[in-house]
């Protein structure tokens, strides 16, 4: 199983970017998962961002990028997206994409994710 997230860089504050996450050798096929991102700064612990369902039709936020973030997918070709827009410093982190295999409810918990993405480093500029 290998979940590729790619998409990051360095942006100024303000800018925007679009994480994506693709699935490979899942188990089950891209559909059944509910996909999640989460974030981790330097010295911080991993925290939610948003996730999505298995159909698409259901998201979750964190408090902190609603608004900004959008999470979603196209399940033809098994890859989850997160569009970052209004960045801020305070955004900076390796960003992850996890997928949970009961994927009828998008959770915030990480406990519930069965495969994780390597990561990919966001750094926003003030």
């Known amino acids: 199983v290998q979940l590729q997230a790619s998409g990051g860089g360095l942006v100024q504050t303000g800018g925007s970017l679009r994480l994506s996450c693709k699935a490979s050798g899942l188990t089950r096929t891209f559909n059944n998962y509910a996909m999640g991102w989460f974030r981790q700064a330097p010295g911080k612990e991993r925290e939610f961002v948003s996730a999505i369902d298995w159909r698409g039709g259901d998201t979750r936020y964190a408090d902190s990028v609603k608004g900004r973030f959008t999470i979603s997918r196209d399940n033809a070709k098994n890859t989850a997206y997160l569009q970052m827009n209004s960045l801020k410093p305070e955004d900076t982190a390796v960003y992850y994409c996890?997928?949970?295999?009961?994927?009828?409810?998008?959770?915030?918990?990480?406990?519930?994710?069965?495969?994780w993405g390597q990561g990919t480093q966001v750094t926003v500029s003030s």
């Open positions: 996890a997928a949970d295999n009961y994927g009828v409810s998008p959770t915030a918990d990480p406990s519930d994710y069965d495969y």
